[in-house]
Structure formats: C-alpha cells, structure tokens
C-alpha cells in the first residue's frame, strides 16, 4: 500500500469494515504500515468483531521485527496471534502473519469461525 492507499483507506467511516487485510512489502519498504497510529487508525475502522490481519516478515531472517511487531499490535489490539507458514515463492521460504482484533481471539476459535 502506498500513501495514498493508506491515506484512502484511513479516510473511511469509522467500524466501516469486517476485516482489514495489509498484504504489503517487506517491512522496510511499508515501514508506514507498522506504526502503532496506523494499527490505531486501523483498529478504530474495525467493526466490533473485526480483525486485522497482515503478513509480517521472515523469522528466519528478522525475527526481531517479527517479535516487534508482535509486542507493537498487542498495544493496540486485545487479542493478537503469530502464524508463520513455508511459502516456496518467498525468498527465505518461511513467513510471519499476524491477526488481531479486539473481540476476536483466536487461539479459542476454529479458523472457520475467525
């Protein structure tokens, strides 16, 4: 997402969405995305139940940025879990998600419910 995605997408009534989805670069070239205001503006676009859900970065790689991203959304979201996944099509092979929501948590629920 570049800054006038982010600008459209935080220009939208507040509880506008079910789910914000941020599939975007590595986490140097979207630095703007993982700020704790961005995740704040983000939160307040959620509609109660919503959850936000983004890729984050390789462990194998950037585990610090993996675990600070990880402690940035638990300042602003309630519930917040890690995933990693082996994507053959990435270069180190191994990738970081996060999803958070303030109502969602989703260690208690199938991932057909979240």
Do not use: K
């Not at 941020?22 to 993982?34: H, M, Y």
């Amino acid at each position: 997402m570049d800054a006038a995605g982010q600008a459209s997408l935080l220009e939208q009534p507040p509880a506008s969405y079910h789910a914000i989805l941020i599939d975007s670069t590595d986490f140097g070239a979207a630095v703007s995305l993982f700020t704790d205001a961005f995740f704040a503006d983000a939160r307040a676009l959620l509609r109660p139940g919503g959850v936000l859900a983004c890729n984050v970065e390789s462990p194998s790689w950037s585990l610090p940025v993996v675990l600070a991203v990880a402690a940035q959304l638990r300042r602003v979201f309630a519930f917040v879990s890690m995933f990693q996944a082996f994507v053959p099509t990435y270069l180190s092979g191994h990738y970081a998600f996060a999803l958070a929501s303030n109502e969602v948590d989703s260690t208690i629920h199938s991932p057909r419910d979240v």
